[in-house]
């Protein structure tokens, strides 16, 4: 079992006297530094030129390139897009890097697989909220606050873990429980989360359900229904109650048909492809591919994102939607 930090077992002091500069100011970026501002922590801002750099000034933060922000800052928090960090890193972050300096992450992928290699004499954590960025801050200003995973890569300074569990503490993470893990944990087994079931598995599934039942004669709109559509009523209950919370309260004509076709859908077979997937990820054999489909130019990725795009579920649910009452 993972160790779990609350507010009780951390403290803002491994951050006092620092500042922290947020590079990159998007979903993620926006909201940490507005949390760590609001937790009393200095903040300062870095961003490429173009990026967000207005927003950030709006937002009353001292605004400044990624190199200067650097050296004005012991704590560097790298937020922007993973395959932009390692040639920013080498570019604008490591030529300004002085002895003792925290460097950290939200993701595990470049350190994990090598993309960026820091300095011996810088500390390396990941503080990585389970929350977008709009409910990471949605949380906090309600006075709540995101799980929050946290690791030491490197340790140089003897103080890396209470920087990381105080900035998680500074994000609001303690008050949820801060989960205490390894880059190779967090990154692969975030990996595999998305392909898997979230981003993957899941829309897959729905696609296929809603092809099933149109080629059967369905009208669209009822196949969207079905298997979109009330996905949510079923997450919803997943994410309060847990998988038997949600059994509980579902028809039993509906929990018979889940117990009974279920372990048929997710067959031997499916199993096997996810154990394949896994060590695609675990081997990076996919880490390579993604880094090679981005040195190319994307192609694959364009391709099936206007295939995806093109599904006749997409102008069935906007449709669908444009119906609602919201």
């Not at 004005?72 to 040639?87: F, G, R, S, Y």
């Not at 697989?113 to 300095?119: D, E, K, L, S, Y």
């Not at 890396?160 to 087994?189: D, H, I």
Request: net charge negative.
């Amino acid at each position: 079992m993972a160790t779990v930090y609350t507010d009780a077992d951390a403290s803002l002091e491994a951050l006092k006297g620092k500042t922290v500069a947020i590079l990159g100011y998007g979903s993620q970026g926006h909201a940490q530094a507005l949390n760590l501002r609001d937790s009393g922590v200095e903040v300062i801002i870095g961003v490429r030129p173009g990026f967000s750099w207005e927003r950030a000034a709006s937002d009353g933060f001292p605004v400044m390139s990624i190199p200067d922000a650097v050296q004005n800052a012991e704590v560097l928090m790298l937020l922007i897009n993973d395959e932009a960090q390692p040639a920013v890193f080498a570019e604008q972050i490591a030529p300004a890097l002085r002895e003792g300096h925290t460097l950290g992450f939200a993701h595990g992928f470049n350190i994990h697989f090598g993309q960026i290699v820091p300095p011996e004499w810088v500390d390396v954590i990941m503080v990585s909220p389970k929350a977008v960025g709009p409910q990471l801050r949605r949380l906090f200003v309600a006075g709540q606050g995101a799980p929050c995973l946290i690791a030491v890569h490197q340790d140089y300074t003897g103080t890396a873990k209470a920087t990381a569990l105080a900035y998680a503490k500074a994000l609001g993470g303690t008050r949820a429980g801060v989960y205490e893990t390894t880059f190779a944990e967090e990154c692969e087994a975030d990996l595999f989360g998305e392909q898997v079931v979230l981003c993957g598995g899941v829309p897959a599934l729905i696609r296929a359900a809603f092809e099933t039942l149109v080629e059967a004669g369905y009208t669209p709109e009822v196949a969207y229904f079905e298997c979109l559509h009330e996905l949510k009523l079923i997450t919803d209950l997943i994410y309060e109650s847990g998988i038997s919370g949600m059994e509980s309260v579902i028809s039993d004509t509906a929990h018979y048909g889940a117990l009974t076709r279920g372990p048929r859908l997710i067959d031997a077979h499916v199993r096997e492809t996810m154990r394949a997937i896994l060590h695609e990820i675990r081997t990076g054999q996919f880490a390579r591919e993604w880094l090679l489909e981005n040195a190319v130019g994307r192609p694959v990725y364009q391709t099936l994102t206007r295939q995806s795009e093109a599904h006749p579920i997409e102008p069935v649910g906007r449709q669908v939607r444009a119906r609602l009452v919201r």
